[in-house]
């Protein structure tokens, strides 16, 4: 199993990336760099275009126009657009997204099921993941019968535990109260050190992106308007 203390991701480079709705432009000529290991977070008011940018990062969104590459491999442009499954990608909601009917365990276990990885190895990256978001001695319970923070622990230990090359945050902590979004953006920038994958983080708090990315690109109207390091 590799270890993903020395795993620094990979960079995420887009270039002329623009995207249209039904013929109406909402990202505008987006160029920017993540290096490889380091938090790039995208703000700006609501509909200036993030989650459609982060959906075209994940692959549930094809460009209108341009290219988003991983490393060296081409994602999306040029008659290419390879499916989110295929993207190595984790990502953490605003409203967590958790299937029901699974308890804790089962949720962070099912990116692994999905890339058919063996039984034992499943079970130690489970515990391994929930212990790093403070959920170990939660695995049995459903969702459920978790706070709304608890819930996003889980969210985030799925995102993680099958250590991808890019994670991607739409509003994560959005749904919580002031303490408790404190709390755990300060135990996520403690995470993404450690795990130095390279991600990009969507919010509207300007603390949030400070305290948790290398990077902040301003976003307003479809386009970046400033970019500047932390
Ligand atoms: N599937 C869609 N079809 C048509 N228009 C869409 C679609 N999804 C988003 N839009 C429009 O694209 C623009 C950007 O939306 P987006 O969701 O990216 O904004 P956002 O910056 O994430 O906003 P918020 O902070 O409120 O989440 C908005 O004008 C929105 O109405
Ligand atoms: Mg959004």
Known sequence: ???????????I???ALSHEFSGKRVLE?????????????????????????????????RPSRGEIH????????????ILPEQRDIGMVFQDYALWPHMSVA???????RMRRVARAERRLRVDTALARVGLAEFAARKPS???GGQQQR???????VAEPRVLLFDEPLSNLDRELRETLCAEMARLLRQLAITAVYVTHDRGEAQQLAQHIAHMAQGRIVNYHAV
Do not use: W, Y
């Not at 199993?1 to 960079?11: E, I, K, Q």
């Open 13 to 15: 480079a887009i270039s």
């Open 29 to 61: 000529d987006i160029h920017l760099r993540v290096p490889a290991g380091t938090t790039l977070a995208l703000l700006g008011p609501s509909g200036c275009g993030k989650s459609t940018l982060l959906k075209l990062l994940a692959g549930l969104l």
């Open 145 to 147: 019968e978790l706070s």
């Open 70 to 81: 991983f490393g060296e491999r081409l994602m999306a442009g040029h008659a290419v657009n």
């Open 1 to 11: 199993m590799p270890n993903p203390a020395v795993n620094a991701g990979t960079s």
């Open 154 to 160: 889980v969210a985030l230990a799925r995102a993680i």
């Open 106 to 112: 089962q949720n962070v276990d099912f990116p692994l």
